[in-house]
Nanobody
Framework: VQLQAFGGGLAQAGGYLRLSCAASGSMSSINSMGWYRQAPGKQRELVAVIVSYSTNYADSVLGRFTISRDNAKNKVYLQMNSLKPEDTAVYYC???????????WGQGTQVTVSS
């Protein structure tokens, strides 16, 4: 299973970015798709996850970020609005297929928000 993430970059506070991640390779249906982030000197944290069509968000992004998925294309998206400097981090996509079992990670994409 390989993941390729796109869409990171530089944005101003209050702006927006859209991340996308495509999963490829031999796998069955994907149970969970999500986004995590890691800021310098901090642990990786969950940003948002979508299981089937049920979503869960970190409190810090609730109301600003929206996660969605396209099952036919094995893609997951993260629409990030009202960005804040504290959203600056490397963002990683994650999938958990039914088979092969396990956690699979993308390569990470840098998001930088300037004040």
């Amino acid at each position: 299973v390989q993941l390729q993430a796109f869409g990171g970059g530089l944005a101003q506070a209050g702006g927006y970015l859209r991340l996308s991640c495509a999963a490829s390779g031999s796998m069955s249906s994907i149970n969970s798709m999500g986004w995590y982030r890691q800021a310098p000197g901090k642990q990786r944290e969950l940003v948002a996850v979508i299981v089937s069509y049920s979503t869960n968000y970190a409190d810090s992004v609730l109301g600003r970020f929206t996660i969605s998925r396209d099952n036919a294309k094995n893609k997951v998206y993260l629409q990030m609005n009202s960005l804040k400097p504290e959203d600056t981090a490397v963002y990683y996509c994650n999938v958990k297929p039914s088979w092969p079992a396990g956690d699979y990670w993308g390569q990470g994409t840098q998001v930088t928000v300037s004040s």
